[in-house]
């Protein structure tokens, strides 16, 4: 099984919305992928409910959390038409991405 987990900051304003619209706007778009994407296996999407007001500026806004069989369907799932459309617009409303990919073991 392979885990995706990958976490973003938002800009505070883009595509003409806020922030928090644009939060929930990726939410919808990322979870509606399992239903276009059959490799998915699991998906969980999150929006951070505290303030970032450490010094550091440590918290994200978003992060997704996506399970897959295998290697091989993780990399269908790169490739499909529905992520690159859904990365088209996440790209246009972030300003940072962090994400790591590894094999659960079960």
């Known amino acids: 099984m392979i885990r995706h987990v990958v ?5 505070d304003e883009a595509e003409g919305a806020s922030k928090e619209k644009n939060a929930e706007k ?3 778009i990322l979870e509606g992928l399992k239903v276009n994407i059959d490799e998915i296996k699991s ?4 929006i951070n409910i505290t303030d970032d007001d450490d010094e550091a ?3 994200f806004d978003v992060v997704l959390i996506s399970d897959f069989e295998t290697e091989l369907d993780y990399t ?3 490739r499909n038409a529905h992520h690159k459309k859904a990365i088209e617009f996440i790209n246009s409303v972030i300003k940072e991405r962090h994400f790591v990919d590894y094999k659960m073991d079960i």
């Open 7 to 11: 976490m973003w900051k938002l800009k």
């Open 26 to 28: 990726m939410k919808l």
């Open 43 to 46: 998906v969980e999407v999150g």
């Open 57 to 59: 500026g440590s918290a």
């Open 76 to 78: 269908m799932y790169t």
